[in-house]
């Protein structure tokens, strides 16, 4: 069980949800499930839309990987370059900011934060 918990300037107040460690459902899954309005458009890791920024609340450095999609899509954005790809491979940390699509929750208490605007994470 993970603790996953939304920050925005849509929302009145952060939001906190549950999510049972070992599926596989996508930080924007967990979010439409709930009602949280992360913008999205394609679901695919093709258009940055649902740039998010996340930050384990535990101190656990560990996250789910990088694919190769947000790869793209975060260095296209500005968002990551290739020592933040190189560090997350190495020692299996997880950059700051994630496409919400393709991040899949782990056993991790995190807290997600995004703009409300497509491709901007806070
Ligand atoms: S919704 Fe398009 S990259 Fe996530």
Redesign the pocket.
């Known amino acids: 069980m993970a603790n996953v918990t939304f920050s925005s300037p849509l929302l009145h107040q952060n939001v906190t949800v549950y999510s049972v460690a070992g599926d596989t459902h996508t930080i924007?899954a967990v979010a439409d499930a709930n009602k949280i309005p992360i913008?999205?458009?394609?679901?695919?890791?093709?258009?940055?839309?649902?740039?998010i920024e996340v930050e384990s609340l535990t101190g656990k450095t560990m996250g789910s990987l990088l694919t190769e999609?947000e790869k793209i899509?975060l260095k296209s954005l500005g968002k990551l370059t290739a020592e933040d790809i190189r560090r997350a491979e190495i020692q299996d940390l997880t950059p700051k900011y994630r496409?919400?699509?393709?991040y899949v929750v782990r056993d991790d208490d995190i807290l997600v934060k995004f703009s409300g605007e497509p491709g901007g994470a806070n």
């Open positions: 924007l913008p999205h458009d394609c679901k695919d890791g093709e258009c940055g839309s649902c740039l999609k899509q496409l919400a699509c393709q």
